[in-house]
């Protein structure tokens, strides 16, 4: 008999020769994120996520992840005990917000639009298929009775000659339809997670210092991968599963219709099998989609501090920390296998009494004279091929339950709304392509969303003229960063009005104000490219010329080393693993905002984690790419607080001075003091 090819689940068995359905597990495996997810005209969907997660699959994410852009780079490691203070703990994230399979269905579904029609093709190879495969059954009884029972080569030819036909025509549709179906399916996924890392790119910083980020690439892989099961291979899956039960179904009533009703009466039975695990499920596939993030998220961090790790001897810890995460994956896995194994065995257990039943029944029929052998065996086929799109069906419900648990997920990642927006057209004041460079704030106040009670900064003022050197500093905990972050306005303050050139920064394109300021922050970006790349990204539009980028690298004092590395501009350098000192680094990052050249420059402690010679080598630098502009130094370097034509204080969010080096000084206030202090 033609079955059509199938793929056997991990550690499904075979129904020990039970009948014509021996060949009934032909659920469709599909590895969570690298198996193919072709088996969609298969009877049976591809399994839930959380059966078939292989093992220790998280680190696979893990490691890609390795290279991150905010990695600490060699020698800018604060203090040891901050240090360790900042190592992440390895709790396990779990999500708040529950949504239902037919919530996150519709959520998903818009990203299908332009794929619509290939769906459809999909979903008719998937009827011409079932409809071939019902054809062959109805010519293995014909076959049956008219040359094998009466062993009569010459009735074998015809019938065997439109078998191979049929057969034929269904290999073609079979192979059209799961080629379409992966097709589509991969477009989905990578429009799901070019949707959700574009959202996440536009999310302000403490949505990513609450949120771990190895829990978050897990997000961007496995949860993706799961909703993509439910929303593409899911809804083929389920028209497949309906004509073919339409299909055999009927087929069955035909040969037999009194026999069909009686084996019919089973299929609320595989419902209700399926029902009593739906919700247990739901819950073991959020706790596992939870500890796939917290062990990616473990690898990941340990990856980014190897360098603390191998300082502090902490090879020991990180390991117990993995240990921990990875029993907790475990656990979880576990408790889904063995959900997902309890839930085959049930069912083939009452697929085994059904085949029974039938051919007890069939062996009376015969021997009353009512029916032949070839339409019993048939009959017995369509049966067998009649479970598996139901059990398909039932544990659809199992697959869209565990795609619900990624789905909370992913909608709690596309839910979470940006701290700042584009003002409203309405709101939006033209600006020109470059500022002359007034920055100003006017009674700031701001409190950060995860510490309602302590404003970082309060009712702030100030101004800086164009071209002026601004110096803020104040003890840790003043203020002093926020400030930079509302003048980039990652966040608009609640009181008050940040100003560039006197217009109120929301009132500005983002992307506007963002070119016309230039933040350096404490960790140097460093892009997994080539240096010349690493210095022309601070420029798109024109893209600089490799004269530019030398250009810009000899005002930043980085030629000359960058010049005497064995492959000069063209040497490849990574997050974390960048062969170059801190300083060197600084010096890039100081060449690309030359690159940049934005009227607004902010500084964040630029000669933190430099030794004194390291620091005193990028003031030249950086005094050369201050030139002409408009330049705000946050730093607790009093050295180049001297030089400012004019230096605010902080102090717990209050401005408690400002004036020049030597009026601050004179005032023998908390500047003096920090200035004896650093003597
Ligand atoms: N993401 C955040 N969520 C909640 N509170 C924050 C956050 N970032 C900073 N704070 C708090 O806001 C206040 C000001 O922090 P900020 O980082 O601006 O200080 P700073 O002067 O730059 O300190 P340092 O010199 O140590 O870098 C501090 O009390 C700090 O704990």
């Not at 009712?459 to 980039?488: D, E, M, R, Y």
């Not at 974390?576 to 030359?594: E, K, P, V, Y």
Request: with cysteine; proline share 6%; net charge neutral.
């Amino acid at each position: 008999m033609h079955l059509r090819s199938s793929r056997r689940i991990r550690g499904a068995k075979s129904n020990g020769g039970r009948g014509p359905r021996a060949a009934t597990d032909r659920e469709a495996t599909t590895s969570r994120g690298r198996g193919p997810r072709t088996a969609i005209l298969t009877d049976a969907p591809p399994p839930a996520p959380p059966f078939d997660a292989p093992p220790f699959d998280a680190p696979r994410s893990g490691a890609r992840s390795g290279a991150h852009p905010t990695a600490p780079r060699p020698g800018s490691h604060p203090a040891g005990t901050e240090l360790l203070a900042q190592l992440p703990t390895d709790e396990v994230p779990i999500v708040t917000r529950h949504v239902g399979p037919v919530e996150a269905f519709r959520r998903f579904w818009p990203l299908t639009q332009g794929d619509r029609r290939w769906l459809v093709l999909v979903i008719m190879c998937a009827i011409l298929s079932a409809l071939a495969e019902t054809v062959t059954i109805l010519i293995f009884a014909q076959l049956t009775d008219q040359a094998l029972a009466k062993g009569s080569v010459s009735a074998f030819w015809h019938p065997a000659g439109i078998w191979l036909g049929v057969a034929v025509f269904g290999a073609v549709v079979g192979y059209l339809g799961n080629s379409v179906a992966a097709w589509t399916a991969e477009r989905f996924l990578l429009r799901l997670r070019a949707r959700v890392f574009t959202h996440l790119q536009t999310l302000p910083p403490h949505f990513f210092q609450r949120n771990r980020r190895g829990d978050l690439l897990e997000r961007l892989t496995g949860d993706v991968d799961a909703i993509e099961h439910l929303v593409v291979t899911g809804m083929v899956t389920a028209c497949a599963a309906v004509f073919s039960t339409l299909f055999y179904g009927a087929a069955a009533l035909w040969l037999r219709w009194e026999l069909a009703l009686a084996t019919f009466v089973a299929a609320p039975i595989f419902f209700a099998a399926t029902r009593r695990f739906t919700n247990r499920l739901r819950e073991v596939s959020r706790r596992q989609r939870a500890a796939d993030g917290a062990l990616t998220s473990v690898v990941e961090e340990t990856l980014v501090n190897v360098v603390l790790t191998q300082a502090y001897n902490r090879q020991h810890d990180e390991e117990q920390r993995l240990g921990r995460a990875a029993r907790r994956w475990l656990r979880a896995s576990v408790a889904s296998a063995r959900l997902n194994a309890l839930y085959t065995q049930l069912i083939e257990v009452l697929e085994t009494l059904c085949v029974l039943a039938i051919i007890g029944l069939g062996a009376w029929e015969i021997s009353a004279g009512r029916m032949s052998l070839g339409e019993l065996l048939a009959f017995a086929a369509f049966i067998g091929y009649l479970y598996p799109p139901i059990r398909s069906l039932g544990q659809l419900g199992l697959t869209a339950t565990a795609a619900t648990a990624a789905g909370d997920r992913l909608l709690e990642v596309l839910d979470a709304r940006p701290a700042v927006t584009d003002p409203e057209p309405a709101r939006t004041t033209p600006f020109p392509q470059r500022a002359h460079g007034e920055v100003a704030a006017q009674d700031v106040t701001f409190r950060y969303p995860s510490s309602p009670h302590h404003n970082a900064v309060n009712a702030l003022s100030f101004t800086a003229h164009p071209g002026q050197f601004l110096v803020v500093t104040g003890p840790s905990g003043a203020g002093k960063s926020t400030l930079a972050a509302l003048l980039l306005r990652f966040y608009d303050p609640d009181a008050g009005t940040v100003r560039l050139d006197g217009i109120p920064v929301d009132r500005l394109p983002l992307a506007d104000l963002r070119r016309n300021v230039t933040l350096l922050p404490q960790e140097t970006l460093v892009l997994h490219d080539t240096i010349e790349q690493n210095i022309a990204c601070g420029r798109e539009d024109p893209a600089p010329t490799h004269e530019e980028v030398v250009q810009a690298a000899r005002a930043a004092d980085a030629h000359s080393f960058v010049a005497a590395l064995p492959d000069g501009y063209d040497t490849v350098i990574a997050p974390a693993t960048a062969a170059l000192s801190g300083g060197q680094l600084q010096r890039i990052a100081i060449a690309r905002a030359m690159l940049r050249d934005a009227p607004v420059l902010i500084l964040d402690e630029p000669t933190t984690g430099l030794d004194t010679l390291a620091a005193q080598r990028i003031l030249g630098p950086l005094h050369r790419l201050a030139a002409g502009r408009t330049t705000v130094v946050i730093t607790h370097d009093l050295d180049l607080a001297a030089t400012a034509d004019h230096i605010l204080v902080l102090d717990d969010g209050d401005l408690v001075e400002s004036g020049t080096h030597t009026e601050l000084l004179l005032r023998a206030g908390l500047y003096a003091q920090l200035f004896e202090g650093k003597k």
